[in-house]
Structure formats: C-alpha cells, structure tokens
T-cell receptor, first 113, second 112 residues
C-alpha cells in the first residue's frame, strides 16, 4: 500500500514549456486534489476532483488543467509554464464519510526559468 | 471571503517549553477544522475538530475548537526537537464540500 505517490519529484522547465504532473493513489479514494505551496502562502487549492471523470476549479486554477480519467490517477498539466508557477505541488486524496482527512503525496518541486 | 489565519508565523522555543499555536477562521457553514504537521515533505494529519468533537488529545499534543470565537488552538507540552515543523490549520470552506482552506502555517523550531 503506497498511499499517494507523485511523479516526478523535481523538474526544471523553461518558460513556455509544457509538462504533466502525475498523482496516483491506491486507497480507492473518491476525492483528489492538487495544491501548490509557496513560501509564506500556505497550501492553495488549484483543482480538485470528486470522482472519476469530474474536475472542478479551486482558488488558483489559471494556467493549469487537470484530468481524472481513472479513479486512481489525477493529472495536473501546465500548457505554457511561467516563472510564477515555480512552486512545490502537492497532491492529496480523501474518502468522504470515513476518516475525512486528506492524505498527501510527497510533493513535486518545480522550477520554471 | 473565506479565510484562515494562523499565528504566530514563527516561533523558537527550547526543549521542554509549552507552546500554543492559534488558528482563526471565517468560512461559510463551518463543519470541520484540521491540524497538520509538515516536516520536510508532505503534511501529516494530527487532529480533526468538529461541532461534535471540540477537543482532541494525543500524547503531548492537544487541540481545542472554540466555535464562538471561530478559532482553535494547538498545544504542545514538553516540546522536543522532533516537534520542529510547520503546523498547518485547514478549514472546510463550505460544509459538506470537502474543499479546504489552509492557513499560512506556523513554523516552530525547538532548540536542544
């Protein structure tokens, strides 16, 4: 039982490049989330999903897209990376109605030059 | 606008001290408040407080919810160097949605 995993752990991009961050969970959780964490800003919700095939915007969705084609995977895409997207990205999952606490992945550190 | 505010932003104490971390919130239709500990990587869950569970305790850590004051405190007694971390408070933005707003966190450093 690996919990929540994220790929890659670290990435450097040039401005304008695109990339996809992968989050996978093996706990059969319905809800999945993408956050970014910047110094002094706490965790801010980018997008989330309440089930396979569904996605919704969070607090800071601009510049990002997501997809949840399979229940266990939640992908975060950057179509044209900008330096303002330099951050640490965390994925989380949750099963509503049970413990109702989010389980977080180890994070992806992204540097956009 | 929904918001969660934590104080202090940072704190340095010596081993054995007792610390109190604060979290205040303004959200629609409050349902739950969660505390997390974040060391080098992912936040790990500490407590969840709700209207039906306003006080939680685990070892040297305890937390209380004050619904009247729209706030919560996290107490750590007899601090150890292993308690050094960022402590995050999160509140469900609208009850039943499972969308959470996080505070900026309190960075705690415990000196030996």
């Amino acid at each position: 039982n690996a919990g929540v995993t994220q790929t890659p752990k670290f990435r450097v991009l040039k401005t304008g490049q695109s990339m996809t961050l992968l989050c996978a969970q093996d706990m059969n959780h319905e809800y999945m989330y993408w956050y970014r964490q910047d110094p002094g800003m706490g965790l801010r919700l980018i997008h989330y999903s309440v089930g396979e095939g569904t996605t919704a915007k969070g607090e800071v969705p601009d510049g990002y897209n997501v997809s949840r084609l399979k229940k266990q995977n939640f992908l975060l895409g950057l179509e044209s990376a900008a330096p303002s997207q330099t951050s640490v990205y965390f994925c989380a999952s949750l099963n509503p109605g049970l413990q109702e606490t989010q389980y977080f992945g180890p994070g992806t550190r992204l540097l956009v030059l | 606008e929904d918001k969660v505010v934590q104080s202090p932003l940072s704190l340095v104490v010596h081993e054995g001290d007792t610390v109190t971390l604060n979290c205040s919130y303004e959200v629609t239709n409050f349902r739950s408040l969660l505390w997390y500990k974040q060391e080098k990587k992912a936040p790990t869950f500490l407590f969840m407080l709700t209207s039906s569970g306003i006080e939680k305790k685990s070892g040297r850590l305890s937390s209380i919810l004050d619904k009247k004051e729209l706030s919560s405190i996290l107490n750590i007694t007899a601090t150890q160097t292993g308690d050094s971390a960022i402590y995050l408070c999160a509140v469900e933005a609208i009850g039943g949605t499972y969308k959470y707003i996080f505070g900026t966190g309190t960075r705690l450093k415990v000196l030996a």
